[in-house]
């Protein structure tokens, strides 16, 4: 009902499951509640975990500010690249844009990195086009 109604008033689909925690097993199994607290009204956690089940991210928002769902899709999508291609995403990194290539670890692979047509700022920094 939840979904239909954000639906219907907002236009929006909610492409992801969404659980309902009345037991607060799931917030307590995951540390999103606070100590002493008798209820999930005050969790305002969001975490993401991957298909193996382990937590890759944890997002805290006070009670008074709406959270970002453009924020946490990018994050999943860096996560993902992250994971397929053993690369780092850039702060605001969307599919397409360039990523991080992991820095050398000897002396003769970092001398070899500044020939090999990525685009560094020095030796230890640089990105390339997936």
């Not at 499951?17 to 969790?43: C, E, F, H, N, R």
């Not at 999943?76 to 969307?94: F, I, M, N, R, Y």
Request: proline share 7%; aromatic share 10%; glycine share 8%.
């Amino acid at each position: 009902a939840w979904e239909r109604n954000i639906k219907e008033k907002f236009g929006v689909e909610i492409g992801f499951p969404i659980i309902a925690d009345l037991s607060m097993q799931v917030a307590k199994a995951y540390g999103m509640i606070q100590p002493g607290a008798s209820d999930t009204s005050a969790v305002r956690a969001t975490f993401i975990i991957d298909p193996n089940g382990v937590l890759r991210a944890m997002v805290y928002y006070p009670m008074s500010n709406g959270r970002s769902i453009d924020e946490f899709v990018r994050l999943v999508k860096a996560l993902q690249t992250s994971d397929e291609h053993g690369v780092a995403t850039p702060e605001g990194w969307q599919p397409g844009d360039k990523v991080i290539v992991p820095p050398p670890a000897t002396a003769e692979q970092a001398e070899a990195r500044m020939a090999e047509g990525y685009e560094c700022s020095d030796w230890y920094f640089c990105k390339k086009a997936l």
